[in-house]
């Protein structure tokens, strides 16, 4: 048996989006947490984190973001838009009765918090932010448009296994094949023909490949103000990343003098957060957020 359930809801322009849903373990009255996922990613990254979390007293909500997992494609590459996306996001919070929540962004769940930070403030009581901010290292976005989007197929797992061990093995150097194996069973899927097949849409890369998604923009910028100003905010990075390198990191960190902060040694873009250093970090973080 899963230790969560499956949960399906409606997008505003009517698309079945899908999250997992992981009860608290211990009764408790302590605020949900919805973690996102990375661009090319699903709920499934969190299928080690969220069962922590859920021993902690809390309820867990892993998204499945369009486009991605067992959530719809989008009918319009217009749609895979950080906007659209924070719009789903409260979509899923107003059809489970979720009022407030702290969001665990990773990669883009990052950026879609900060958007949510715009979009609907009120819903967010604490933050999150997994190795992103308004401002990312044009290095890292070119490394990640150079595989994003190109529809890998594959014919075994051991196939699948080191496509992901090629595209991520800078980041996580001291990976070993049976991390890389888990890494392969949530990313790839079996389909209709018999072949194993990324979990996501091509066409998510769009905005990427095509420059639209900047490495700052002002509107970036503003809404990591919104959402830093008033509520606690923990900033998690890998130490050898290429998309938020010091650079990015110390600006955050000027504009939010009260931004929390840790770093994962030997991990670069973008830490799995279950890590001691990230754990320890989140577990401090999350105590002072009832």
């Given at each position: 048996?899963?230790?969560?359930?499956?949960?399906?809801?409606?997008?505003?322009?009517?698309?079945?989006?899908?999250?997992?849903?992981?009860?608290?373990?211990?009764?408790?009255?302590?605020?949900?947490?919805?973690?996102i996922h990375g661009l090319t990613r699903n709920s499934a990254d969190f299928n080690e984190l969220a069962p922590l979390l859920a021993q902690?007293?809390?309820?867990?909500?892993?998204?499945?973001?369009?486009?991605?997992?067992?959530?719809?494609?989008?009918?319009?590459?217009?749609?895979?838009?950080?906007?659209v996306y924070a719009n789903d996001i409260v979509s899923l919070a107003d059809q489970l009765g979720i009022k407030r929540a702290v969001f665990?962004?990773?990669?883009?769940?990052?950026?879609?918090?900060?958007?949510?930070?715009?979009?609907?403030?009120?819903?967010?009581?604490?933050?999150?932010?997994?190795?992103?901010?308004?401002?990312?290292?044009?290095?890292?976005?070119?490394?990640?448009?150079?595989?994003?989007?190109?529809?890998?197929?594959?014919?075994?797992?051991?196939?699948?296994?080191?496509?992901?061990?090629?595209?991520?093995?800078?980041?996580?150097?001291?990976?070993?094949?049976?991390?890389?194996?888990?890494?392969?069973?949530?990313?790839?899927?079996?389909?209709?023909?018999?072949?194993?097949?990324?979990?996501?849409?091509?066409?998510?890369?769009?905005?990427?490949?095509?420059?639209?998604?900047?490495?700052?923009?002002?509107?970036?910028?503003?809404?990591?103000?919104?959402?830093?100003?008033?509520?606690?905010?923990?900033?998690?990075?890998?130490?050898?990343?290429?998309?938020?390198?010091?650079?990015?990191?110390?600006?955050?960190?000027?504009?939010?003098?009260?931004?929390?902060?840790?770093?994962?040694?030997?991990?670069?873009?973008?830490?799995?957060?279950?890590?001691?250093?990230?754990?320890?970090?989140?577990?401090?973080?999350?105590?002072?957020?009832?």
């Amino acid at each position: 048996m899963s230790d969560y359930k499956d949960v399906y809801f409606t997008s505003k322009d009517g698309l079945r989006l899908y999250a997992r849903d992981y009860a608290a373990t211990l009764p408790s009255s302590k605020l949900p947490i919805i973690c996102i996922h990375g661009l090319t990613r699903n709920s499934a990254d969190f299928n080690e984190l969220a069962p922590l979390l859920a021993q902690q007293g809390r309820r867990v909500i892993a998204v499945d973001v369009r486009g991605r997992g067992r959530s719809q494609h989008a009918q319009q590459v217009a749609h895979y838009h950080p906007w659209v996306y924070a719009n789903d996001i409260v979509s899923l919070a107003d059809q489970l009765g979720i009022k407030r929540a702290v969001f665990i962004g990773t990669s883009m769940g990052g950026l879609i918090t900060m958007t949510l930070a715009l979009r609907k403030s009120k819903l967010i009581a604490a933050a999150v932010l997994n190795d992103v901010g308004p401002k990312l290292s044009q290095k890292g976005l070119d490394r990640i448009a150079g595989y994003a989007g190109d529809g890998m197929h594959c014919a075994n797992w051991e196939q699948a296994r080191e496509y992901i061990k090629r595209i991520n093995r800078s980041a996580f150097p001291n990976n070993t094949d049976a991390e890389w194996d888990k890494w392969a069973q949530r990313a790839f899927a079996e389909n209709a023909q018999g072949e194993l097949e990324l979990q996501y849409d091509p066409l998510i890369a769009t905005p990427l490949k095509t420059g639209k998604l900047k490495a700052t923009s002002w509107l970036g910028r503003w809404a990591f103000k919104r959402l830093s100003r008033s509520r606690p905010c923990l900033l998690v990075r890998g130490s050898i990343s290429d998309l938020l390198e010091d650079e990015q990191a110390n600006y955050m960190k000027q504009v939010c003098p009260q931004l929390q902060y840790v770093e994962v040694p030997q991990i670069g873009h973008a830490p799995m957060l279950t890590e001691p250093e990230a754990q320890q970090a989140l577990q401090n973080f999350l105590q002072q957020v009832e």
